[in-house]
């Protein structure tokens, strides 16, 4: 068995691709997910089912609505405001790394932004928390995980206005309170399903406040006005996800992943720090428990320890172009042994070096 500490996309437990598997070869009566109608009472089951898992899994008050939509996490970019910025407004975004740049980039197209806070010039190792939101901001947007750089904000920042997340890496990682949120949204590929689903939970009250005229596909009305089957949805990366979602409340849901999470973060945290061969990346308060980023002391044994690293299984741990290193995502299906065996890799190979 492989330890697959890649980023994604779609890092899900075996037992849920192998349900994936039999439904793309028999999911009714013969017929294959992929077959049959989006408008049968089987399928809107599916998406019944989704729906009401992701609310209770997540603790979603009422008053919010779930979407089920395509366009990854990055659509939402230009979604968020196209629905949430009117013309003369501005919006205060938190600028945590890549995907929070391109937020705003998007974002800057539809209205005005202002960047509350950026931590670009440290390349991103740390997540500001001096910063004023102005109080007249259509709304405040963050990126609670920032999947590239290994950085995570557990605290929802203190405001008065609106809040949008950006949840692409955390999502169903841990216990979080909705009511904060006026809207989440995140690309499924990391804890939720498959690519090709994005979803979005939204604050129904704070839609139609603005004027512009909005094409349908990219106003959330549409989407909740029609059950998420405005037009034909990703039906098997929802499938997919309802499998996992499923899976997820058979472990106990999300409190009981967190602890998991928990676990194997300070795991290998704790062999970072120990090990004098390596150094993670980040400051300590804004470490990541889903994607832990980290270097060794000497460059030149980064090679050698990918290689061993991959000869005992472990896959997937080499860092993004911008950090360089490694990076060892931990998503909710990754187990706990395969943390242990990573930490036991980094071991053996201080002994190595020792010799
Ligand atoms: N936001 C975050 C935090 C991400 O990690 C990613 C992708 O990894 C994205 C946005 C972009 O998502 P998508 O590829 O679904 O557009």
Not at 199 to 218: F, H, Q, T
Not at 239 to 264: C, D, T
Not at 293 to 317: D, S, T
């Amino acid at each position: 068995m492989k330890h697959n500490f890649g980023a994604g996309p779609c890092i899900l437990p075996q037992e849920v691709f192998k349900q994936a598997a039999q439904a793309v070869l028999d999911f009714n009566d013969g017929l294959s997910i992929l077959e049959i109608s989006h408008r049968t009472t089987e399928f809107e089951a599916v998406v019944a089912e989704a729906d009401k898992l992701v609310k209770e899994l997540l603790n979603v008050p009422s008053g919010y609505s779930v979407l089920f939509l395509q366009g990854g996490a990055s659509l939402q970019f230009a979604m968020v405001p196209m629905n949430l910025l009117g013309d003369a407004q501005t919006a205060s975004y938190l600028d945590t790394g890549v995907w929070a740049t391109k937020a705003l980039k998007e974002a800057k197209l539809i209205g005005n932004v202002n960047v509350v806070a950026s931590s670009k010039d440290a390349n991103y190792t740390f997540i500001p928390k001096d910063f004023e939101i102005p109080a007249d901001s259509a709304y405040f947007h963050y990126t609670s995980n920032n999947t590239i750089y290994g950085t995570e904000l557990f605290e929802v920042p203190k405001t008065g206005v609106p809040v949008v997340c950006d949840m692409s890496s955390d999502i169903m990682s841990r216990v979080i309170d909705v009511s904060q949120f006026d809207l989440i949204y995140a690309g499924a590929q990391k804890n939720v399903g498959p690519a090709g689903l994005t979803i979005a939970i939204v604050k129904d009250e704070i839609l139609g406040k603005i004027d512009r005229k909005i094409p349908s596909m990219l106003n959330y009305q549409s989407h909740i006005d029609n059950g998420s089957m405005y037009n034909t949805p990703p039906v098997f990366s929802i499938y997919v996800a309802l499998l996992n979602l499923r899976w997820l409340k058979s472990k106990g849901g999300v409190a009981e992943i967190e602890k998991e999470n928990k676990q194997k973060a300070e795991a290998l945290y704790r062999e970072i720090d120990r090990n004098p061969l390596f150094k993670g990346t980040c400051a300590v308060e804004d470490r990541s428990r889903m994607n832990v980023c980290f270097v060794m002391e000497n460059a030149e044994l980064e090679k050698p320890f990918l290689k061993y690293a991959e000869e005992q299984g472990i896959v997937g741990i080499k860092g993004h172009r911008s950090v360089g290193g490694f990076r060892a995502s931990m998503y909710n299906a990754l187990p706990i042994t395969s943390v242990h065996a990573l930490v036991e890799a980094m071991q053996i190979f201080e002994e190595q070096q020792a010799k």
